[in-house]
């Protein structure tokens, strides 16, 4: 089956820090790749996504490139705000179930002005 | 303006109380589901639903209910809940690009 394997947190930064959050998976085919971002007290939002394979996926500073031949989606963002901490989640859909997100555990970051 | 909208945000019942979660979506989406969020363990689905009364198990089903009478409204019912199903629950509904949540009900059951 699929899942998201991320990397486990909490983070905490500094302003202006670099962040990354490491995700890597394991689908059948080439799944739909997402990140999340959940901020204290509110749903998920999506903060980026990439379809195949190379796509770069960008929002708000932050990126993500879909490596296939690593199964990896990692997020980077070069200059991190205190805006920025929340819960961030790596997710995949596969193309058998479309519709159905497959979640890793989440990754805490919080940055410290 | 896209919304999910559940109720209530928070909720604290005891063993046995049947509850029910309401859901509503805005967007005409076929597609809505339910999810938990529990530490380290993401989010894993309950129940999804394609259609109008078209519902299908996900991952961790056992002890839930969902009818899907309207598009609109996703409904999770606990008949009988126990602790082990205190968690924070959020509700989506997905269109063609993206899956909009809505803001998850704190659920604790003593």
């Known amino acids: 089956g699929n899942s998201v394997t991320q990397m486990e947190g909490p983070v905490t930064l500094s302003e202006e820090a670099f962040l990354t959050i490491n995700c890597t998976y394991t689908?059948?085919?080439?799944?739909?790749l997402f990140w999340y971002v959940q901020y204290p007290g509110e749903g998920l939002q999506l903060l980026l996504k990439a379809t195949k394979a190379d796509d770069k996926g960008s929002n708000k500073g932050f990126e993500a490139t879909y490596r296939k031949e690593t199964t990896s989606f990692h997020l980077e963002k070069g200059s991190v705000q205190v805006s920025d901490s929340a819960v961030y989640f790596c997710a995949l859909s596969d193309h058998a179930n479309d519709y159905k997100l497959s979640f890793g555990a989440g990754t805490t970051v919080t940055v410290r002005a | 303006e896209a919304q999910v909208t559940q109720n209530p945000r928070y909720l604290i019942t005891v063993t046995g109380k049947k509850l029910t979660v309401t859901c509503s979506q805005n967007m005409n989406h076929e597609y809505m589901s339910w999810y938990r969020q529990d530490p380290g363990l993401g989010l894993r689905q309950i129940y999804y639903s394609m259609n109008v009364e078209v519902t299908d198990k996900g991952d961790v089903p056992e002890g839930y209910k969902v009818s899907r009478k309207e598009k609109r409204n996703f409904p999770l019912i606990l008949e009988s809940p126990s602790p082990n199903q205190t968690s924070l629950y959020f509700c989506?509904?997905?269109?063609?690009?993206?899956?909009?949540f809505g803001q998850g009900t704190r659920l604790t059951v003593v």
């Open positions: 689908a059948t085919g080439y799944p739909s």
């Open positions: 989506a509904s997905r269109g063609a690009t993206e899956a909009f």
